[in-house]
């Protein structure tokens, strides 16, 4: 790794702290009426292994932003559930979003918390259970989400949405069974925003459904949740379809990185994933920032995604950086968005803080 000296005045503020808290993800609940004659409802319930009571606040998100409702204490070992919740504690008397649940971090293993969101029809009751996510878990810049819609688009409708747990840039990708990219569009969402697209083959995408579609969410900046559901027009039996993390070949060709700035790639991307074969070595000796140039054929625009603040471009292709000397002996990664003749994928750089 190249290192160059230079010289700089830092100053640290001194900031209080909060007590901090887990926070998980209901990435769709709803309530009122919807397709078919359909009538919605979800519910939360929470069980407590603690011996202490849990004090837990309720957010409820949409394509508005977010509205704080009203939290719950858990008792000690007791389990309490919220009917019809997104009526109840938000006072929608229709609407989808997602629901933030906030637990201290002191308790946040001692809390099981289940999610059901229910057609409510003259036939009974049809439900789906929604996992509550751990927000840190949440797709990140490089991932592809996919969301398997329904082997019969004649029996099934499918709606789809996404929770974005910060500012985030996704490609959705329509990909037939026979892996035919029917139709993409490119969407941003702010942080803390929910938004369904309900059918949204059709209304997002402006394609006709087919027997096992796939979506393709690929993120290209920010963390996201997304998800699905496979709704049988007969019956309003819902289905939850979970968005699966997975990494896709890349279209555009990263060769790799030059550590020491002479021209020659040190270390490649050789399966083509878009990811470094191995970590390059980050330096954090203060005043000697680090210097290396991330290589795409073909003229590649390149821009830093979600880059901390002390890391930047110079260049058309060379990165300065100089980290806080804490991540010493830590490891990383960064992120780069390349685009290439209106080809966009983003490339990891894993990293070894020295």
Not at 169 to 191: E, I, K, N
Not at 259 to 267: L, Q, R, S
Not at 322 to 327: H, K, Q, R, W
Request: charged share 15%; proline share 4%; net charge negative.
């Amino acid at each position: 790794m190249r290192i160059r000296n230079f010289i700089t005045a830092a100053s640290i503020a001194v900031l209080p702290f909060a007590a901090s808290a887990a926070t998980f993800i209901v990435p769709a609940a709803g309530t009122g009426a919807g397709a078919n004659g359909s009538q919605w409802q979800s519910e939360l319930t929470f069980h407590s292994t603690s011996a202490n009571p849990i004090s837990i606040g309720l957010v409820f998100h949409d394509a508005g932003g977010a509205q704080q409702g009203d939290g719950l204490t858990l008792s000690p070992r007791s389990t309490t559930t919220l009917s019809d919740v997104v009526k109840t504690r938000f006072g929608r008397d229709g609407g989808t979003g997602g629901i933030e649940i906030n637990v201290p971090d002191a308790f946040a293993d001692r809390v099981a918390i289940t999610s059901r969101t229910f057609n409510a029809s003259a036939s009974g009751e049809f439900g789906q259970d929604i996992p509550a996510i751990d927000s840190t878990g949440a797709a990140s810049a490089g991932d592809v989400i996919v969301l398997q819609a329904p082997s019969s688009a004649t029996n099934a409708r499918f709606n789809f949405g996404i929770y974005a747990v910060s500012d985030a840039a996704v490609r959705w990708d329509l990909v037939r069974a026979d892996g035919t990219v029917a139709a993409s569009t490119t969407q941003s969402y702010g942080a803390g925003t929910q938004m369904q697209y309900n059918q949204g083959i059709t209304s997002l995408l402006g394609a006709t459904e087919q027997d096992n579609d796939a979506l393709q969410a690929t993120v290209t900046s920010g963390s996201v949740i997304a998800y699905g559901s496979a709704i049988n027009n007969q019956t309003g039996d819902p289905s939850f379809v979970p968005g699966i993390r997975t990494r896709a070949d890349i279209r555009v060709n990263f060769v790799g990185v030059d550590v020491n700035e002479d021209g020659t790639p040190d270390i490649l991307d050789a399966n083509h994933d878009g990811v470094l074969d191995q970590p390059i070595d980050i330096y954090t000796t203060v005043g000697y920032p680090n210097y290396f140039r991330v290589i795409v054929n073909g003229g590649a625009t390149l821009e830093l995604v979600d880059a901390p603040r002390d890391a930047q471009l110079i260049d058309a292709e060379t990165v300065q950086y100089a980290p806080n000397a804490l991540l010493k002996g830590t490891t990383g990664e960064l992120k780069v968005r390349a685009t290439v003749n209106g080809v966009t994928d983003v490339l990891t750089i894993p990293v070894n803080y020295r």
